[in-house]
C-alpha cells in the first residue's frame, strides 16, 4: 500500500519532514545569504545611535535583535548599550570596544 510519503518520494520533492508535506525545504546557502542581508548592519553601525522600530525595522522578538546587535558589533570590534522599549530599540554605538578576548594572548 503507497502512503503519502511515497508519493513524495517518488515525485523526488524533498520536504521539511515525512509528516509535513507542506513547504519545501529551503537551500541552507539561500538561508545563509537572506540572514546576511535582511539588516543594514554597516550603514546603522556608522552612526553614534540608532532607533530600531519594532515591526517597521525588525519582525523577531527584542530580545533576539538584542543579541543579532550585540553579535554584530563584536565582528566590528564596536560595543553597543542598548536601550528597549515596547515599541523598538535604540542602540547607542560605542566606536571602542572593551575587548573580552585576546587571541595572540597565549
Not at 508519493?7 to 539561500?30: H, L
Not at 522578538?61 to 543579532?68: I, P
Request: net charge positive; aromatic share 12%; proline share 3%.
Amino acid at each position: 500500500m503507497r502512503t503519502v510519503i511515497d508519493a513524495v518520494r517518488i515525485s523526488g520533492v524533498r520536504y521539511n519532514s515525512p509528516r509535513s508535506t507542506e513547504r519545501p525545504i529551503m537551500k541552507s546557502a539561500t538561508l545563509r545569504f537572506a540572514a546576511r542581508t535582511r539588516y543594514d548592519w554597516d550603514e546603522w553601525f556608522s552612526k553614534d545611535h540608532f532607533i530600531l522600530v519594532y515591526r517597521v525595522h525588525y519582525y523577531c522578538g527584542h530580545g533576539s535583535m538584542e543579541q543579532q546587535i550585540r553579535n554584530q558589533a563584536s565582528r566590528r570590534g564596536l560595543g553597543v548599550n542598548i536601550t528597549a522599549s515596547d515599541k523598538g530599540l535604540f542602540v547607542a554605538v560605542k566606536k571602542e570596544a572593551r575587548k573580552h578576548y585576546d587571541p595572540d594572548r597565549n
